[in-house]
């Protein structure tokens, strides 16, 4: 399966993005999701999941400016980023979780996100 990301860009402090995630295959939201990030020079930390069933878990960090989302007939992740900080600035992944251990083995090649002050 192949995650591909699109969405990222740069913008100022306070402006919102809307980062998608496209699924190869036939997942139809089976598949525990999630949104990771890596900060230059930062360990890389979740930002939100989704399970199957639709519940989400968001980082502290964002709770109340991040929502995540997902589109099973359409195979499609999504993660609103409203109010954003320059501290947001990273490059986020879409992952998967293929055995709902909480490890995410399967990854995308990530979509930057800049945000200036």
């Known amino acids: 399966v192949n995650l591909v990301e699109s969405g990222g860009g740069l913008v100022q402090a306070g402006d919102s993005l809307r980062l998608s995630c496209t699924a190869s295959?036939?997942?139809?939201?089976?598949?525990?999701m999630s949104w990771h990030r890596r900060a230059p020079g930062k360990q890389r930390g979740l930002v939100a999941s989704?399970?199957?069933?639709?519940?989400?878990d968001y980082a502290d960090s964002v709770k109340g400016r991040f929502t995540i989302s997902r589109d099973n007939a359409n195979n499609t992740l999504y993660l609103q980023m409203n109010s954003l900080k320059p501290e947001d600035t990273a490059r986020y992944f879409c992952?998967?979780?293929?055995?709902?251990?909480?490890?995410?083995?399967?990854w995308g090649q990530g979509t930057q996100v800049t945000v200036s002050s």
């Open positions: 989704i399970s199957s069933g639709g519940n989400t």
């Open positions: 295959g036939t997942e139809r939201g089976r598949y525990i």
């Open positions: 992952t998967r979780d293929t055995s709902s251990t909480g490890y995410y083995d399967v």
